[in-house]
């Protein structure tokens, strides 16, 4: 399933382990990509889940209901740079690998929105 973020997409394929084309280490979920001569405007996801999660969700990313919507949370405790010292990531040079895709689903706006305000803020 492929979907647009922005000018960019997700890509994330359903299956019970990462596709051979997907070089991700083991344990590791997706990596993000980035069109440098665009960025930031245009960010690629491509990772892999597996069909048990796809069940749970899928009745949530297909709702006809036009405020239900499916977050993809990255957070930065799951994002690190894809550097040869770095052996639990992998990927195309330049991406940053993702070892964990958190999915939140909403069925309305205020829910979500509520969700949000209730989420400690990190310093900057």
Known sequence: MTFPIGDGWANLVIASEPPAYLHVAA???????????????????EGWISDQLWQDIRTHLSNTNPSCRTDVVLLDSVLFPVRPEFEFVAGPPGTIGVTKLEFR????????????????????
Do not use: C, W
């Open 105 to 124: 689903t909403f069925s309305h706006p205020t829910e979500r929105r509520m969700v949000r305000r209730a989420e400690p803020r990190r310093p900057r």
């Open 27 to 45: 344990g590791q979920k997706a990596y993000l990509d980035a069109d440098h001569t665009a960025y930031p405007n245009q960010i690629y996801l």
